[in-house]
């Protein structure tokens, strides 16, 4: 007897010990967006924390806990991205902005570049991930959270207008090369020519996210090596300018500067070139572990480095004061391979060395334009009410918000409080972004030399250096030890007062000197 109620006594307290499990299971996991189950006991409904990491409360600005990231990219995919994003047009103007600042100015200028934007990426990362639990990791959210609600529009625009004027100057660039390859494009009107390129973006511009144009943004950098190769064999071919001009046998070798009054339209061009921090938080997002994004940066720039410092040297070396603003003018009418045959009969003599370059640079920009369109769809969608559920209705899903937008939550891996627009949505902005920036292209290529150096002088430095800086004195300074040390914000000072110096002095020496170069 004594035996039997033993056991019934061990079944019911089993009974208990099951319903008690189920019954938290239920409360941890009622509720959209809540955090997943802690594990639990066997016979308590206590979380077992998993580290004494957790804190009761967020702070408003500082270090937060980190949530989970769903991104799926890898950090070698990251940096294959990031160096395509920033690496465009700027590669092609190293020796004109060489040329416009001399050696000391222009290889000083891009070391301090290099230095100075390598630095303000690592304070917007250390923004984005100060931001609360549940923040979309967006620029704009971070002015928001830095300078007020209001300041969300502003940041916004300017990042617009940095990617926006870099997708344009790509677009010239195309039509340029264009131009110089195919004589049916020389021959067309301009318009014609922008809507045949704009047509042969648009499969381009249907791809879904930066892990998918992974592959694209290899192969520009290919492409991107190739430019950079053909530069060096110049100066390996030809070191001392024997058969300097090509097409132009006999041409006198260039001359060479010290340090040119032009040093700060040079430096206009750096910022260009290093410059696309709008573009980071859509690349952090992406990672699966945003925690390596720092080593990202690193790999990064010191690629960028690598490249940008070898064709700016052994550019100018060569090209000297004839540099172009786009380097494969000079590469076809004056390296000592243009206009020679790549292959022998019975292959064209019109597959030139030259020719090949053009192409890959041709290649390198049908590379980069995607990327930076799909920056400049998702910052403006961003800004849009129905990206923060405006025009749902009470039912939560139908409405405005219910057809422009895709069910559930999230702008891009990561971002859990911005709705996605549909793919229709989303390619249709695309579309209309190429466009406007096609009319931009045209306008800016008869004077591409001074569009760069002004682009670098306002939307690059404000956008990529000085915001940065700023958003991480306002949301990160605080919520270190005595506001951080002085050195640090000695260092944030002379950041964003450089920044305002060189945006007023591009400003003025572009304004000045017109567009130079051919």
């Known amino acids: 007897m004594c035996v039997r109620e033993r056991e019934r006594g061990r079944e ?6 099951a319903e008690d499990a189920r019954g938290c299971k239920r409360a941890s996991d009622g509720g959209e967006g809540r955090a997943p189950p802690l594990s639990l006991s066997r016979t308590s409904c206590i979380p077992r924390l998993p580290s004494l990491s957790l804190s009761l409360s967020t702070p408003a600005a500082g270090p937060s806990t980190p949530t989970p990231s769903t991104g799926t990219s890898t950090p070698l995919q990251a940096v294959v991205n990031t160096v395509q994003v920033f690496m465009g047009i700027g590669l ?45 990791k967006t620029f704009a959210a971070l002015g928001a959270a830095a300078l007020g609600p209001a300041a969300r529009s502003v940041v916004g625009a300017l990042a617009v207008a940095e990617f926006g004027g870099g997708a344009a100057l790509t677009l010239a660039i195309v039509f340029k ?12 009107p301009p318009a014609h020519l922008a809507g045949w390129v704009v047509g ?21 950098c290919v492409a991107t090596a190739a430019v950079a190769v053909a530069v060096g064999a110049c100066v390996i071919a030809d070191p001392a300018h ?7 046998p006999g041409a006198p070798p260039p001359g060479h500067g010290l340090l040119r009054p032009g040093v700060a339209r040079a430096l206009g061009i750096f910022a260009v070139s290093v410059s696309g921090h709008s573009s980071l938080p859509a690349l952090r997002s992406s990672l699966a572990d945003p925690a390596a994004f720092p080593a990202v940066l690193n790999a990064a720039f010191l690629a960028m480095a690598a490249a940008y410092g070898a064709t700016a040297v052994a550019g100018y070396f060569y090209f000297g004061d004839a540099a172009s603003p786009v380097v494969t003018s000079n590469l076809a ?35 980069t334009y995607p990327s930076m369109v799909m ?9 849009t009410p129905w990206a923060r559920g405006a025009g749902t209705s009470a039912g939560g899903g139908d409405g405005v918000n219910g057809w422009l937008c895709r069910p559930g939550v999230g702008l891009d891996p990561g971002e859990v409080a911005l709705r996605r627009p549909r793919r229709a949505v989303r390619f249709g902005l695309r579309v209309a972004i190429a466009a406007a920036t096609a009319g931009a292209a045209l306008v800016a290529a008869s004077s591409l030399g001074s569009a760069i150096a002004l682009l670098g002088g306002l939307a690059a430095l404000a956008c990529s250096l000085i915001l940065p800086t700023v958003c ?8 270190q030890a005595g506001g951080g040390s002085p050195w640090r914000r000695a260092g944030l000072v002379g950041l964003v007062a450089g920044g305002v110096v060189l945006m007023v002095l591009i400003v003025v020496q572009t304004a000045a000197g017109g567009g130079g170069g051919r």
């Open 375 to 383: 920056v400049v769809q998702t910052t403006l969608w961003s800004l």
């Open 333 to 367: 009418a004056d390296a000592p391979f243009a206009g020679a045959p790549l292959l022998p009969p019975p292959f064209p003599p019109s597959l030139t060395a030259d020719a090949l370059v053009g192409w890959a640079v041709l290649a390198n920009a049908f590379s």
């Open 472 to 479: 991480y004195w306002r949301v990160v300074l605080p919520a």
């Open 12 to 17: 019911r307290e089993r009974k208990r010990e």
């Open 177 to 188: 090369q264009a131009a110089l390859l195919l004589p049916a494009a020389a021959a067309a």
């Open 92 to 136: 092609l103007s190293m020796p004109y902005a060489m040329r416009l600042g001399g050696w000391v100015g222009g290889c000083g200028g891009l070391a301090l570049a290099l230095a100075a934007f390598r630095v303000s990426a690592g304070l917007l990362d250390a923004g984005l991930a100060a931001l609360p639990p549940g923040t979309p």
């Open 200 to 220: 042969a973006l648009l499969p381009l511009l249907a791809v879904p996210s930066f892990r998918r144009l992974t592959p694209l943004s290899a192969v520009g």
């Open 242 to 248: 024997a058969h300097y001009g090509g097409t132009t």
